[in-house]
């Protein structure tokens, strides 16, 4: 534990996503437009992980996720961990949860769908089917398996 | 009954609860038989055909004018100068709900519908096609047509034939039906035409029986309901095409078993799929059921637009 911490510097104020799947830190780095920002974010690539053999970290200074944020992480990397933390103190620990719902993110894979028009955010739901999980568009009403959508 | 309906959008077929689809079953059956021609006086209705489908459009204006409210719009989006000037789907709609008490929409695009309802400023949208996606008052005239040829929409063995994959009338007619208890479905379809998983999983989660069969004769003798559709051309490889086809027209002697209350449906325009000999036959429907589109349409239009009605 003390090793994985040394590897990516610690911060004074703001979030830190641990848990990423390796592969999966950069992809929500752009998908959440947590580089839209002027503070100072740190990323670690392929550390080790006795969770996971190997992960991704993600640290954003100054900077606390919504609540909606944190669910939308749940998608990608279902057993990421969000952390608060205040003068290098943990203050919190959050663990996301699926949301039934996800906007503006995705985008829908049906190249007819009226949402690829620019003034429009996407909008999904997820349906759990007996064995995997589908997100359906709220616009052309298609549904989609849960990787085709986030390929 | 209360009316749910009032003010509602009428964007999919999935919107709609049971009791919902009885209300204007109930409401067709009475136009049909009454015609209640001052029902939408003083209403203004727009028709918004972003793209050309004359049979659904004078069937939506021959139920407005039936009910004695008045029209504007277009007929197709390519020759208005709306689309001309690049104006977007949303400031149209927006702009046009300031006028009319309903917008009646056909659209290329698939959720077109869904979209012109957050821009209409609570004026009702009644979706008449949006891309592949859905086509509400199609699949409210088919269970109409059902229900007045079979006196019932539960315990019917239903078989669907044709292009099952790109054919938006078959998926909300099987969405539709499986809300009622007992309905078997059988689907007769080229391999590449199969129903989508997404309705065959909803089907199977729902415990609802269905069997995919390879030619109608196979089920003539079990079904109350065949419900044709056509194949196009080009949405097969040509090979295909020519194995296929034959399974998939419909004969007189393929009627040879047929139960007495067999209703053939199709929701036209139908191209060689069924043989014109088949119209003489006591079970060919596809005009009556394309003459309830009126009174279909009559109903949700007035459902949606006046409160009070039972
Ligand atoms: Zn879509």
Same mark, same amino acid.
């Given at each position: 534990?003390?090793?994985?911490?040394?590897?990516?510097?610690?911060?004074?104020?703001? &979030?830190?996503?641990?848990?990423?799947?390796?592969?999966?830190?950069?992809? #929500?780095?752009?998908?959440?437009? +947590?580089?839209?920002?002027?503070?100072?974010?740190?990323?670690? #690539?392929?550390?080790?992980?006795?969770?996971?053999?190997?992960?991704?970290i993600?640290?954003?200074?100054?900077?606390?996720?919504s609540?909606d944020?944190?669910?939308? #992480?749940?998608?990608?990397?279902?057993?990421?961990?969000?952390?608060?933390i205040?003068?290098?103190? #943990?203050?919190?620990?959050?663990?996301?949860?699926?949301?039934k719902?996800?906007?503006r993110?995705?985008?829908?894979?049906?190249?007819?769908?009226?949402?690829?028009?620019?003034?429009?955010?996407?909008? +999904?739901?997820?349906?759990?089917?007996?064995? &995997?999980?589908?997100?359906?568009?709220?616009?052309?009403?298609?549904?989609f398996?849960?990787?085709?959508?986030? &390929? | $009954?209360?009316?749910?309906?009032?003010?509602?959008?009428?964007?999919?077929?999935?919107?709609?609860?049971?009791?919902?689809?009885?209300?204007?079953?109930?409401k067709?059956?009475?136009?049909?038989?009454?015609?209640?021609?001052?029902?939408?006086?003083?209403?203004?209705?727009?028709?918004?055909?972003?793209?050309?489908?004359?049979?659904?459009?004078?069937?939506?204006?021959?139920?407005?004018?039936?009910?004695?409210?008045?029209?504007?719009?277009?007929?197709?989006?390519?020759?208005?100068?709306?689309?001309?000037?690049?104006?977007? =789907?949303?400031?149209?709609?927006?702009?046009?709900?300031?006028?009319?008490?309903?917008?009646?929409?056909? *659209?290329?695009?698939?959720?077109?519908?869904?979209?012109?309802?957050?821009?209409?400023?609570?004026?009702?949208?009644?979706?008449?096609?949006?891309?592949?996606n859905? *086509?509400?008052?199609?699949?409210?005239?088919?269970?109409?047509?059902?229900?007045?040829?079979?006196?019932r929409?539960?315990?019917l063995?239903?078989? $669907?034939?044709?292009?099952?994959?790109?054919?938006?009338?078959?998926?909300?007619?099987?969405?539709?039906?499986?809300?009622?208890?007992?309905?078997?479905?059988?689907?007769?379809?080229?391999?590449? =035409?199969?129903?989508?998983?997404?309705?065959?999983?909803?089907?199977?989660?729902?415990?609802?029986?269905?069997?995919?069969?390879?030619?109608?004769?196979?089920?003539?003798?079990?079904?109350?309901?065949?419900?044709?559709?056509?194949?196009?051309?080009?949405?097969?490889?040509?090979?295909?095409?020519?194995?296929?086809k034959?399974?998939?027209?419909? *004969?007189?002697?393929?009627?040879?078993?047929?139960?007495?209350?067999?209703?053939?449906?199709?929701?036209?325009?139908?191209?060689?799929?069924?043989?014109?000999?088949?119209?003489?036959?006591?079970?060919?429907?596809?005009?009556?059921?394309?003459?309830?589109?009126?009174?279909?349409?009559?109903?949700? =239009?007035?459902?949606?637009?006046?409160?009070? *009605?039972?």
């Amino acid at each position: 534990m003390q090793i994985n911490k040394l590897q990516v510097e610690a911060i004074k104020c703001g &979030s830190v996503i641990d848990h990423i799947p390796s592969q999966i830190g950069f992809k #929500l780095l752009s998908l959440f437009r +947590f580089t839209e920002t002027e503070n100072r974010i740190t990323i670690g #690539l392929n550390l080790p992980s006795q969770k996971l053999g190997k992960k991704d970290i993600i640290k954003i200074e100054n900077t606390f996720l919504s609540a909606d944020q944190i669910n939308q #992480l749940a998608i990608y990397s279902p057993c990421a961990t969000v952390n608060y933390i205040d003068q290098y103190n #943990l203050v919190g620990k959050i663990f996301p949860k699926l949301p039934k719902k996800i906007d503006r993110i995705l985008v829908c894979p049906n190249s007819n769908c009226v949402s690829h028009n620019n003034s429009i955010n996407s909008s +999904f739901i997820f349906i759990k089917k007996l064995n &995997s999980m589908n997100l359906k568009c709220q616009y052309c009403e298609k549904e989609f398996s849960k990787n085709i959508v986030l &390929s | $009954m209360r009316n749910s309906l009032y003010k509602k959008n009428i964007i999919s077929i999935n919107d709609l609860k049971r009791d919902e689809l009885e209300l204007v079953l109930k409401k067709s059956a009475i136009l049909k038989k009454k015609p209640e021609p001052g029902l939408l006086k003083n209403k203004i209705i727009a028709s918004c055909f972003f793209e050309a489908s004359t049979r659904t459009r004078l069937s939506f204006e021959t139920a407005i004018y039936r009910l004695g409210a008045s029209i504007i719009g277009f007929s197709d989006g390519n020759n208005i100068s709306l689309s001309q000037k690049g104006e977007s =789907l949303e400031d149209t709609i927006s702009v046009i709900s300031s006028y009319v008490d309903a917008i009646i929409i056909r *659209h290329p695009q698939e959720g077109s519908a869904r979209l012109a309802a957050e821009f209409s400023n609570s004026i009702p949208i009644f979706n008449a096609g949006d891309g592949s996606n859905q *086509h509400p008052t199609q699949t409210l005239l088919d269970l109409f047509t059902i229900k007045e040829t079979q006196n019932r929409l539960n315990e019917l063995n239903i078989a $669907m034939v044709g292009d099952l994959k790109y054919g938006r009338t078959v998926h909300s007619l099987t969405q539709a039906l499986a809300k009622y208890k007992k309905n078997k479905f059988f689907f007769i379809s080229p391999d590449a =035409l199969t129903m989508p998983s997404y309705i065959n999983d909803m089907l199977l989660e729902n415990q609802i029986s269905c069997t995919r069969c390879q030619n109608i004769e196979e089920i003539i003798s079990e079904i109350d309901i065949l419900y044709m559709t056509r194949v196009q051309k080009e949405r097969l490889e040509s090979t295909e095409y020519a194995n296929s086809k034959s399974k998939f027209i419909l *004969h007189t002697k393929t009627l040879k078993n047929a139960r007495n209350n067999l209703k053939i449906l199709h929701p036209l325009p139908r191209i060689d799929e069924i043989d014109y000999d088949v119209d003489k036959t006591p079970y060919a429907w596809y005009f009556k059921q394309a003459a309830n589109g009126i009174y279909a349409r009559q109903a949700i =239009l007035s459902l949606v637009l006046i409160e009070n *009605h039972f």
